[in-house]
């Protein structure tokens, strides 16, 4: 019987392991496309989450309201002309992306309104009108707690289409391309602080009831 020659046992272990290679690199290439992939996408979340935050921060010291009580457009523009600023080189695309700004004034009793007042979209100002506030009435009634102070809030919201850079097929087959990134940021509105009634104006409080009501209460 031939025995094999040394020389021989090498060739083989070489053919074997190019075999192996060969079979495993294109799964090693797709993973490491994805994470690439993955790397772009997450770098411009992390731009799209500082932008809103950047907007919100800056006009939280801002009033959404004119001296007659309506919306103030320029504090809206203003804060969505903010997070563009912010977000370059990010461009958002008028006819895919949008920002969406809303103000809240929370009562204490765990009620809120919304501004601008809801419309078609569900309210909020929108930059293009193409996305609506994934905030809900229902979704902002749930996380609401009665007794809490009054307070107001300013939620910036930003939907953007991200565009796969390598756009590579077997990627696609598992994200989808374009993706749709979303980041939003609330922050403290104290001009949308609801104002309560001097209590004087209030139904039943004439100025002879509170002189009552004082006097029987220091007489307790």
């Keep these: 019987m031939r025995k094999t020659l040394p020389f021989e046992r090498k060739r083989r272990k070489l053919g074997q392991s190019m075999v192996e290679f060969a079979i495993f690199l294109p799964i090693l290439l797709m993973l490491l496309t994805g994470v690439v992939e993955f790397g772009f996408m997450l770098n411009q979340y992390v731009s799209l989450v500082h932008g ?3 907007a919100a921060r800056y006009y939280s010291v ?3 309201f004119n001296a007659d009580g309506s919306d103030n457009p320029d504090f809206y523009n203003g804060a969505i002309s903010e997070l563009q600023n912010s977000i370059l080189p990010l461009k958002l695309d008028e006819n895919a992306d949008d920002v969406v700004i809303t103000v809240f004034s929370i009562s204490d009793n765990g009620t809120f309104e919304r501004f601008p007042k809801p419309g078609g979209m569900g309210g909020g100002w929108h930059w293009r009108n193409n996305d609506a506030s994934r905030f809900t009435n229902e979704m902002m009634q749930s996380r ?3 007794g809490a102070p009054p307070t107001g809030a300013l939620l910036v919201e930003v939907f953007y289409d991200y565009h796969h850079l390598l756009d590579l097929p077997w990627l696609t087959a598992f994200v989808p391309n374009p993706t749709t ?3 939003y940021t609330f922050m403290p509105l104290s001009a949308a602080e609801p104002t309560p009634a001097p209590a004087s104006i209030l139904p039943g409080n004439s100025p002879a ?3 009552l009501s004082f006097d029987l ?3 307790k």
Excluded: H, K
Aim: zero cysteines; hydrophobic letters at 45%; a positive charge.
């Design 217 to 219: 209460g220091g007489a």
């Design 62 to 64: 801002f009033t959404p």
């Design 144 to 146: 609401l707690t009665a």
């Design 209 to 211: 009831n509170f002189l």
């Design 52 to 54: 809103t935050r950047q």
């Design 181 to 183: 990134l979303y980041a």
